[in-house]
């Protein structure tokens, strides 16, 4: 893929001077875009979720001249009034809102929007139900333009619905169910089929995006729990009352025998499969790029991959199992799928990647090599997070052949890499993968190699 086709600086730029416009108007959102630089490591632009832009300060043809479609021309906008509904079909950018209202707004994405009001001591009004899909909250305004703080759960209105109490108490119902969700099985295909069961249950109830977002929160959370830099930087990032809405993508891994079955439950999630990667005849994996548009999350579904089997459908037409492992096949055999027991191998979070690594060092948490320098993208991984592996599972791989008696020991006494938190920076709208640098950092992480 010629990655350049994927960047757009003109509409990077016109995005850049409608923000630029309203920090001017704001001391606050000024102050904060320092603080989430210098206390998080992230850059304000990436919590961006939406700009308002009176109709007097862009024309139809600004938008259009640099990508921009319209999604809705009478779309009802917070506190009254409509607007034309922009977005970029093909970069990372926030929508853009062109309303008739006088003054420029800028709207940021939380995790909750209550945790960021008290973070910031703001007593103000949040319209929309608690546990809700969509509260919004008007931070700070001027005469030129405003701040609101916007959390949403599988909704991309801009007005938070009416939500009936019973929807209320379901929506906490089932997240409970799902950050306890059994994730052990001896039977693979018994624990996607349970996980479905638990969804649609959800999703009958919430629908099937509302659903989907409070499934993934849990999937963080589990993620989280295992892996210490994951833990660091949510503390830094509750701090200001963020929490992980700078996400990125999560990476699920999957032995080769249950990943149509993995695609499969994703689907049933509203998730759309988009691009196919493969990192080359050596690399030996491919991965199935899916995202989930009304929640706004991306999936990256790793797998064991031959050069002749990424030319045909292998997210659904089924991948058979082979005795040879892989360093995707063999982390599933160490640790379990990364849907149930293992969880996340990374999520891959939006930070300034240079602060972030910066100020994560200075927290104790290193990082690996960086294997994507681009001037539009940049990532690497945090040193992995070391997890104990099961002596049944060591014991099986050796008679497997996927690894030696000596490798067997040292699993055995030191552990095999589990997962990673991944700092990543994008510019000019540029949303694709870096092919061959991922493939150099996926042999790294292989346990056979990493801690040899």
């Known amino acids: 893929m010629d990655e350049t086709l994927s960047r757009h600086p003109k509409a990077a730029n016109l995005v850049g001077r409608l923000l630029e416009t309203s920090v001017a108007c704001l001391p ?71 309303s ?3 003054a420029l707004a800028v709207g940021i994405g939380a995790e909750s929007a209550s945790h960021f009001l008290a973070a910031h001591r703001f007593e103000c009004e949040i319209s929309g139900t608690p546990g809700g ?12 333009a405003r701040l609101t703080v916007v959390e949403r759960h599988g909704c991309r209105d801009f007005v ?46 919430l629908g099937q995006d509302w659903a989907c977002d409070l499934f993934f929160a849990s999937e963080r959370w589990y993620w989280q729990h ?41 689907e049933r999630m509203g998730f759309r499969c988009r691009e196919r990667f493969y990192g080359g005849a050596d690399a030996g994996w491919g991965a199935q790029v899916l995202e989930q548009p009304e929640v706004g999350v991306v999936i990256f579904a790793d797998v064991d991959l031959s050069p002749r ?26 640790h379990g799928e990364a849907i149930l027991q293992a969880g996340l191998h990374h999520l891959e979070c ?14 104790g948490i290193t990082t690996m090599r960086p294997f994507t320098d681009f001037d539009y993208l940049k990532q690497a991984f945090t040193e992995g997070e070391v997890w104990r592996v099961d002596p049944i599972r060591i014991e099986a791989a050796v008679t497997r052949g996927a690894i030696s008696k000596t490798q067997a020991k040292r699993f055995a006494e030191q552990g095999a890499i589990g997962s990673h938190l991944e700092i990543l920076q994008r ?17 790294e992480t292989d346990p056979r190699l990493a801690q040899s």
């Open 427 to 443: 510019d000019e709208g540029y949303k694709g993968f870096n092919q061959t640098g991922i493939s150099e950092i996926i042999r």
């Open 100 to 102: 008739d209202q006088k």
């Open 160 to 205: 938070p619905p009416e939500v009936a109490a019973e929807q209320i108490v379901a929506a906490r119902f089932h997240a409970e169910r799902f950050r306890c969700r059994r994730r052990e099985f001896a039977d693979v295909q018994a624990g996607l089929d349970h996980a479905a069961s638990l969804f649609d249950l959800a999703a009958a109830s």
């Open 28 to 98: 606050f959102l000024a102050s904060l875009r320092e603080r989430m630089l210098e206390d998080t490591g992230t850059r304000l632009m990436d919590w961006v979720d939406h700009l308002v832009v009176p109709k007097s300060q862009i024309a139809d043809e600004d938008l259009v001249a640099v990508g921009f479609e319209t999604i809705g021309d009478h779309v009802p906008l917070y506190r009254g009034s409509q607007c034309c509904a922009w977005h970029h079909r093909e970069g990372l950018f926030p929508v853009v809102l062109v």
């Open 226 to 266: 295992r892996n210490r830099a994951a833990r660091i930087q949510k503390v830094r990032q509750d701090q200001l009352g963020l929490g992980w809405a700078n996400h990125d993508h999560h990476t699920y891994r999957c032995s080769r025998e249950h990943f149509a079955g993995l695609i499969a439950l994703l």
């Open 309 to 334: 089997e990424v030319t045909g459908d292998f997210a659904h037409q089924g991948l058979d199992a082979k005795q040879e492992l892989g360093t995707v096949g063999l982390w599933c055999a160490l």
């Open 133 to 144: 899909p969509l509260r919004m909250a008007t931070v700070v305004e001027t005469d030129g």
């Open 350 to 363: 939006q930070f300034d990647f240079d602060a972030a690594r910066s100020q994560l060092a200075a927290e």
